[in-house]
């Protein structure tokens, strides 16, 4: 079983900065896509971003060139910092985990973290 646990939210001012942080359990981490979604008041979760096992990105329109997704494996931890935050980010983000063992897609999330983005 993989649990994951976020750290990092908080409060921020427009503009500003955070780092939000991801550490997986389990040793299939190295193997696995690790992506940020994130859910605003009202709205559908979405993703925000995500990086596979070899390190190639992918980012939502609404983020890119703010944010940047990054792993140590060595670590099992995903990151995402996010710059140039703006009100509309507010959102509880949530890691997700995902990876394919015999022919079976494995799903994980942790409990999510709240970022808000005060103008």
């Known amino acids: 079983q993989v649990q994951l646990v976020e750290s990092g939210g908080g409060t921020v001012q427009s503009g500003g900065s955070l780092r939000l942080s991801c550490a997986a359990s389990?040793?299939?981490?190295?193997?696995?896509?690790m992506g940020w979604y994130r859910r605003a008041p009202g709205k559908q979760r979405e993703l925000a971003a995500d990086?596979?096992?070899?390190?190639?990105?992918n980012y939502a329109d609404t983020v890119k060139g703010r944010f940047t997704i990054s792993r140590d494996n060595a670590k099992n931890t995903v990151y995402l910092q996010m710059n140039s935050l703006k009100s509309e980010d507010t959102a509880v983000y949530y890691c997700?985990?995902?990876?394919?063992?015999?022919?079976?897609?494995?799903?994980?999330w942790g409990q999510g973290a709240q970022v808000t983005v005060t103008s």
């Open positions: 997700n985990l995902k990876y394919s063992w015999a022919f079976i897609n494995h799903d994980y």
């Open positions: 389990g040793s299939i981490f190295k193997s696995a896509t």
């Open positions: 990086i596979t096992s070899d390190g190639r990105t």
